[in-house]
């Protein structure tokens, strides 16, 4: 496994988190999410309860199909408000990061190379609402080199996280750094940060 960590933040004055993250070991890497329920408060949690149990089932039956987990979870929303969920898998046998997501949920690949000079490479997602709206799927593939970290961030995170973030510590201080530079309590809020532990590879596809 690599090293992960998630941290959520529930709006303020609310208890209940309706973001939700998971880390999978599967056949060959590890599949990770975040998620998104729209809005907030209990509503948005039932909406991110149902995705993340559609991701987990899609990773037991259909492995890194991350095009037929999206489907699925959008099936299992429907009866919800639906959610904005990013679903990514890091392959053990190509050093490599494909990765799928709908609506706003912001990624970043960071790593040393990338300090003091641009922002990391961005995971850019569809326009669209997982459960309402889901728009033609497309998976990206890029490559990833060890000690590489991924962040993905609900929207309730500012935006620009990862202009200034250091990638250096444990992914659970990263987490918490990150929601404590920039959440700002309007809304619930989720990181989820995984480290790469493979092999040095370099270039995209």
Same mark, same amino acid.
């Given at each position: 496994?690599?090293?992960?960590?998630?941290?959520?933040?529930?709006? /303020?004055?609310?208890?209940?988190?309706?973001?939700?993250?998971?880390?999978?070991?599967?056949?060959?890497?590890?599949? +990770?999410?975040?998620?998104?329920? %729209?809005?907030?408060?209990?509503? #948005?949690?039932?909406?991110?309860? *149902? &995705? =993340?149990?559609?991701?987990?089932?899609?990773?037991?039956?259909?492995?890194?199909?991350?095009? &037929?987990?999206?489907?699925?979870?959008?099936?299992?929303?429907?009866?919800?408000?639906? *959610?904005?969920?990013?679903? =990514?898998?890091?392959?053990? *046998?190509?050093?490599? %990061?494909?990765?799928?997501?709908?609506?706003?949920?912001?990624? /970043?690949?960071?790593?040393?190379?990338?300090?003091?000079? #641009?922002?990391?490479?961005? %995971? &850019?997602?569809?326009?669209?609402? =997982?459960? /309402?709206?889901?728009?033609?799927?497309?998976?990206?593939?890029?490559?990833?080199?060890?000690?590489?970290?991924?962040?993905? &961030?609900?929207?309730?995170?500012?935006?620009? +996280?990862?202009?200034?973030?250091?990638?250096?510590? =444990?992914?659970?201080?990263?987490?918490?750094?990150?929601?404590?530079?920039?959440?700002?309590?309007?809304?619930? #809020?989720?990181?989820?940060?995984?480290?790469?532990?493979?092999?040095?590879?370099?270039?995209?596809?």
């Amino acid at each position: 496994m690599p090293q992960w960590a998630i941290a959520t933040r529930s709006r /303020r004055g609310e208890s209940i988190c309706g973001d939700r993250g998971l880390v999978l070991r599967i056949p060959c890497g590890v599949l +990770f999410s975040a998620i998104d329920g %729209l809005g907030h408060g209990p509503d #948005a949690a039932v909406a991110a309860r *149902a &995705a =993340a149990t559609a991701v987990q089932q899609g990773a037991a039956h259909t492995g890194s199909d991350l095009i &037929a987990t999206l489907r699925k979870c959008h099936v299992a929303l429907r009866a919800t408000r639906g *959610a904005a969920i990013t679903v =990514a898998f890091l392959s053990l *046998a190509s050093n490599t %990061l494909t990765w799928l997501g709908v609506g706003n949920v912001e990624g /970043r690949i960071l790593g040393p190379a990338y300090r003091d000079s #641009a922002p990391g490479r961005s %995971l &850019a997602p569809l326009r669209g609402l =997982a459960g /309402r709206d889901l728009p033609t799927l497309r998976v990206a593939t890029t490559s990833v080199r060890r000690g590489d970290i991924v962040a993905l &961030a609900t929207d309730g995170v500012d935006t620009g +996280f990862a202009d200034r973030l250091e990638p250096a510590g =444990a992914p659970a201080a990263i987490a918490d750094r990150i929601l404590a530079e920039h959440w700002d309590g309007n809304d619930d #809020a989720l990181v989820v940060i995984v480290r790469w532990l493979g092999a040095t590879s370099d270039g995209d596809s």
